[in-house]
């Protein structure tokens, strides 16, 4: 009989305003204390609100991400020879242009933040080059479900037999544009906390974040690697409502959930975590929760839910590959993440969410979902054990 193939997560790492490296974002993440506090990258003077979720001493975006997919590489025991003919999935913020990141040590002067740009597809190359990835390129702009999509792709294409091995990489740095973007349409948490679900809440804040992953076939543990975790099922879906605003019901999403089990061949009650994609906004919420209802049906009601966005904030393009990275590690660890800045039960809400604390947990499965404007769903669901 021959053994299905699986994709597996061998080698992770991120970067966010909860410290660099992928342990410290799962302590971040279980210890529930925001990472939020002014931004000092360019100037917010005209700006409703003034904080985010940064990095200190951040480099540029291209630096960042190559070291991240480097040691993402280095987890997952690779040297520069198994690097060779291996394809790279980046996810990064589109446009004729890609801002090369922050502008280091010149203060709120620096204005935008922005360098000389490079096309996220040239930019793709590079990195490629820079870090040894011989195979294909490709880049995802489809906003905050960009990361997750690639992973989804790359999933498919190991599962299928096309490749055994691809690395993912995503990367958002807060800069002025996008801040001000979100700050004018009135989305970002004026009281300056994301408070997922809670009553009260106010809208999200923007988060740095950069991370990458590798994702092979078995052939990992023919090397001696112990996978990090494997990507179960995954499910993408849309509902095309509005522009901005999702579809009160969460057909879409629920849909992308439904997917997810059926491509991973179990049911609602196996899933035993969701890190929701919940911004803190108050229909975007609601909308999420009763996705969650209508793909889980009483299940959803009982699986625990936190949205880890509540500490390192929205990180758009990488949102979805950084919160792989920290609910596939808190599966593995066996305890889940809070669900920070919680005043009190909304009605539109119903969930059972972390709140208190972190939770511990036997549970060997999953979701992490993501959904972006235009109605675009993603659900992804992670195995262990």
């Not at 198994?82 to 010149?106: D, Y």
């Not at 989305?187 to 809440?201: E, K, M, Q, Y």
């Not at 839910?305 to 066996?334: D, I, N, P, Q, Y």
Request: overall charge neutral; some cysteine; hydrophobic content about 45%.
């Amino acid at each position: 009989m021959v053994e299905a193939r699986v994709a597996q997560l061998t080698g992770v790492y991120a970067v966010s305003a909860l410290g660099r490296g992928a342990d410290a974002q799962l302590a971040g993440a279980l210890a529930g204390v925001p990472a939020f506090g002014p931004v000092d990258r360019f100037d917010t003077a005209a700006r409703r609100v003034t904080v985010a979720a940064t990095v200190p001493g951040v480099g540029t975006l291209p630096d960042e991400l190559a070291a991240a997919i480097d040691a993402a590489c280095r987890a997952a025991g690779l040297d520069r020879a198994q690097r060779t003919g291996c394809a790279l999935l980046l996810a990064v913020h589109g446009g004729p242009a890609l801002g090369a990141g922050p502008a280091l040590g010149a203060g709120p002067a620096a204005g935008s933040g922005r360098a000389l740009g490079t096309a996220p597809a040239v930019l793709a190359g590079q990195l490629a080059a820079r870090c040894g990835l011989s195979g294909h390129t490709r880049v995802y702009t489809s906003a905050c479900v960009s990361a997750s999509t690639a992973v989804a792709d790359a999933a498919a294409r190991i599962t299928r037999g096309d490749v055994e091995r691809v690395v993912v990489a995503a990367g958002y740095l807060v800069e002025s544009d996008q801040f001000a973007l979100f700050d004018a349409g009135r989305a970002l948490a004026v009281d300056g906390a994301v408070r997922p679900f809670s009553a009260g809440r106010r809208g999200l804040l923007l988060g740095d974040g950069v991370a990458a992953v590798v994702l092979e076939s078995s052939i990992s543990r023919r090397r001696g690697v112990d996978p990090v975790a494997t990507v179960a099922g995954w499910g993408r879906a849309g509902d095309a409502f509005h522009p901005c605003q999702p579809e009160p019901g969460g057909t879409g999403l629920a849909r992308a959930v439904d997917a997810a089990l059926r491509r991973a061949g179990l049911p609602p009650e196996a899933v035993g975590y969701v890190n929701a994609n919940a911004t803190g906004t108050a229909q975007s919420d609601a909308a999420e929760a009763a996705a969650l209802h209508r793909a889980l049906g009483g299940h959803g009601t009982r699986v625990p839910v936190s949205s880890t966005k509540s500490v390192h904030g929205h990180a758009l393009e990488a949102s979805g590959l950084l919160e792989l990275v920290v609910t596939a590690l808190a599966l593995r660890h066996g305890e889940l993440p809070v669900n920070a800045g919680w005043l009190g039960q909304d009605e539109s809400c119903p969930l059972n969410v972390v709140k208190d604390g972190p939770q511990r947990t036997t549970a060997t499965h999953a979701l992490t979902l993501n959904a972006a404007f235009g109605g675009a769903n993603t659900a992804v669901l992670v195995g262990v054990g």
